[in-house]
């Protein structure tokens, strides 16, 4: 499966393949670009990833703008 041409958005929440030590797997998109700013949504703790890391690691992104979950798994 090929996950690294999701369009990701500023809004989307990003299912990743690691859960973060709160629990939570779910990461809001808070900024996008080279970089991207994540929020946990567990815990709210917020971190910088790079776009590479995030598009390896995310098993799951589901729009904002759309009530579907994303479907190109
Ligand atoms: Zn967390």
Same mark, same amino acid.
Not at 12 to 30: E, M, N, T, Y
């Given at each position: #499966? ?9 809004? *989307?929440?990003? +299912? ?6 709160? /629990?939570?797997? *779910?990461?809001?998109?808070? &900024? !996008? /670009?080279? *970089?991207? &700013?994540?929020?946990? $949504?567990?815990?709210?703790?917020? =971190? #910088? !990833?790079? &776009? +590479? !890391? =995030?598009?390896?690691?995310? &098993?799951?992104? =589901?729009?904002?703008?759309?009530? +579907? $979950?994303?479907? #190109? =798994?």
């Amino acid at each position: #499966m090929k996950l690294n041409k999701l369009n990701y958005e500023v809004g *989307d929440i990003v +299912k990743l393949k690691k859960p973060h030590p709160c /629990g939570s797997f *779910d990461w809001k998109i808070l &900024r !996008v /670009g080279m *970089d991207f &700013r994540l929020q946990c $949504e567990g815990c709210e703790h917020q =971190i #910088m !990833v790079s &776009r +590479k !890391v =995030i598009e390896k690691s995310t &098993r799951k992104l =589901i729009k904002s703008t759309c009530t +579907k $979950e994303n479907s #190109m =798994i």
